[in-house]
């Protein structure tokens, strides 16, 4: 993307990471609804599963390979976080949702706030409320918060980050629970990412070509100290729905998840550049969290998109720009994940750690909830089609 558009696109992702079939062929579709898909790549067959990712970041300039990468792997519609807020001077949430327009109704769009506004005013979360219901007017169907949240955006003292639980933010919080736009969040990174930046941290590929990700500075909040505001954050809110994105934000710890999603029913969860860390885990404990939380699981992938091969992020980036065979392998082994039961094959996104996983095999009851018809109820939205 360029210019102006790909500006846009890196601000609404400012302070976000990690986050196939052949070219004409069709797409992969979920196993059989008695079990687990056969062994080898998801393959084709006569009956598809709508899928809906919720987590991307397209560019304005970024709608049509968007819609050729859904239609190419089958993608009923998707999420576009990146809307940004709306308004002067820039107007950038509006200029999201005439770019989404032109993908026929396939691409649905969150706004994110307008964190400027703490320092600049007191009343700082009515005034991000009210633009908040401004965006439902326009149309955004949701809100996203960036992990900016707790480790970058300041306190309106300017001298320490704004706090996720701050509670001049609730405001924005409560209206959008009143409003029924769902907000996902993200709330700190890999737990890795607060380790010694060295050959012998787990994310050592990408930390060497991003060290910025790494949050052992001083000032910053420790990993746990970011999540436990996100949990008195999801507990202070019982009206909102929030949906913890990259897996609820621990993917490191699945039992961790499945407290809270125990715990609070108004969280959801996404999938969204994690499954080469959920896919660590033991394929029979993940099959009977999946089988728990079949309608608390939403699918994403955290696809970056614009025009050009060098706007691509497939979860994550890399030293080099993106490739084909780098899109292939993202959307193979993703759909290999979730539908087959293979064992130890490459991860969609291997610069995020040196190990292969395991597929879970979903069945076909489990996969439609989570593939699409949890982000339908979610999200009050159906792509056309669907």
């Known amino acids: 993307m360029r210019g102006a558009a790909r500006a846009l696109v890196l601000a609404a992702a400012a302070l976000t990471t990690t986050g196939g079939c052949r070219r004409g062929a069709s797409p992969p579709v979920a196993a059989a609804s008695d079990g687990a898909a056969p062994s080898g790549e998801a393959r084709p067959a006569a009956r598809r599963v709508h ?22 792997w089958g993608i009923d519609g998707a999420v576009n976080l990146s809307g940004m807020y709306p308004g ?21 769009v969150f706004m994110t706030p307008n964190f400027k506004l703490v320092r600049a005013i007191k009343n700082y979360g009515e005034a991000m409320a009210a633009e908040l219901a401004e965006g439902q007017r326009l149309g955004a169907r949701g809100l996203k918060i960036t992990k900016g949240l707790g480790l970058g955006f300041p306190a309106p003292d300017g001298k320490h980050p704004l706090a ?57 909040p420790s990993w746990q100290e970011l999540y436990d505001a996100f949990e008195r954050l999801v507990a202070r809110h019982k009206k909102t729905t929030f949906i913890g994105v990259h897996f609820g934000n621990d993917p490191e710890d699945p039992d961790n998840v499945a ?11 996404d999938t969204a550049a994690r499954v080469p860390e959920i896919g660590r885990h033991p394929q029979e404990k993940m099959r009977r969290f999946y089988a728990k939380y079949q309608d608390r699981v939403l699918f994403g992938t955290d696809t970056g998109i614009g025009p050009d091969d060098a706007d691509m992020m497939y979860g ?38 040196r190990w292969k996983i395991d597929g879970v095999g979903l069945p076909e ?4 909830k989570i593939y699409f018809e949890n982000a339908a109820r979610v999200l009050r939205w159906r792509p056309p089609g669907t």
């Open 365 to 368: 009851s489990i996969l439609r």
């Open 316 to 353: 994550s980036t890399g030293a080099e720009v993106p490739t084909r065979a780098d899109e292939v392998r993202f959307f193979t082994s993703t759909w290999r994940y979730f539908e087959t039961s293979d064992r130890q094959f490459e991860s969609p996104t291997p610069i995020q750690g």
């Open 164 to 220: 996720v639980d701050d509670p001049g933010l609730d405001p924005l919080f409560e209206r959008a629970g009143a409003l029924g736009m769902p907000v996902a969040i993200h709330v700190g990174d890999p737990k890795a990412f607060w380790k010694p930046v060295s050959p012998d941290n787990e994310r050592w590929d990408e930390l060497r070509v991003h060290p910025e990700w790494a949050f052992n500075g001083p000032g910053l």
């Open 88 to 108: 002067p001077p820039r107007s950038m949430l509006e200029t999201q949702l005439a770019a989404a327009a032109q993908s026929g109704g396939r691409i649905a």
């Open 51 to 72: 899928r809906i990712d919720v987590h991307t970041h397209i560019g304005p300039d970024g709608i049509a390979r968007a819609v050729r990468l859904m239609n190419e």
């Open 259 to 269: 407290r809270m999603l125990d715990k609070h029913p108004n969280l959801y969860i």
